[in-house]
């Protein structure tokens, strides 16, 4: 079964700063997403990330995978405001159907 | 933590049939719904958004007579997909989130894979 642990749950951070969020799977999967969900919206597709290697970046969020060890990251720098939010990994593959990661509460404060 | 079910895990329908889907959030009660479907190789893309008691607001491109959805209740919405195609089959996953305090994070069915013969 497809499993998703994205860590940490929730990160708090100052303006300016940088911090990494974590997504490890547990199979084999073909694509991993980032998104971005605001309270009470929808989820806004941020990367899509195919092959081992793959770095995406927009703005001040950078995803990567490395698909041998099953582990992508969404690294974050010069953190501000607008980047709080919720933010899930999600994995799937021609074997399994989407699963997602619990989702990462990012504040950032002044 | 909060659990959202779907219901069927997996259908297969002829063409031509209706098929429901039942999201439910199991320990909290969901003022909003969203309903999402996944095309091969491709990313999520939001169907609709459910509010408990009110009409769906679907989005763009979206039938609203062939995918229909009733928010009945604080804790299930359903998806009912009318005389289902092959063109439907896809992967249909709901999230629930509930009105804020700490449940204004989304939490996810474990999704519905339709398969249209």
């Known amino acids: 079964e497809l499993k998703v642990e994205q860590n940490p749950l929730f990160l708090s951070m100052q303006e300016g700063k940088n911090y990494t969020i974590y997504c490890n799977y547990s199979?084999?999967?073909?694509?991993l997403y980032w998104y971005r969900q605001d309270p009470g919206k929808s989820l806004e597709s941020l990367f899509v990330?195919?092959?081992?290697?793959a770095v995406k970046q927009e703005g001040r969020l950078m995803a990567s995978l490395d698909t041998k060890a099953r582990l992508s990251t969404l690294h974050i720098t010069a953190a501000v405001h607008d980047l709080s939010a919720t933010y899930f990994c999600?994995?799937?593959?021609?074997?399994?159907?989407?699963?997602f990661g619990a989702g990462t509460r990012l504040t950032v404060k002044p | 933590g909060a659990v959202v079910s779907q219901h069927p895990s997996r259908v297969i329908c002829k063409s031509g049939t209706s098929v429901k889907i039942e999201c439910r959030s199991l320990?909290?009660?969901?003022?909003?719904m969203f309903w999402y479907r996944q095309f091969p190789k491709k990313s999520l893309m939001l169907m609709a958004t459910?509010?408990?008691?009110?009409?769906?607001?679907?989005e763009q491109g979206v039938e609203k007579d062939k995918f229909l959805i009733n928010h009945a209740s604080l804790t299930l919405s359903t998806l009912t997909v009318t005389s289902a195609h092959p063109e439907d089959s896809s992967f249909y996953i709901c999230?629930?989130?509930?009105?804020?305090?700490?449940?204004?994070?989304?939490?996810f069915g474990p999704g519905t894979r339709l398969t249209v013969l």
């Open positions: 999600a994995v799937d593959s021609f074997f399994n159907d989407m699963r």
């Open positions: 199979t084999t999967s073909d694509r």
């Open positions: 990330l195919l092959s081992n290697g």
């Open positions: 999230s629930a989130t509930a009105d804020g305090g700490t449940f204004d994070t989304q939490y």
């Open positions: 459910s509010n408990e008691g009110s009409k769906a607001t679907y």
């Open positions: 320990d909290f009660q969901a003022t909003t």
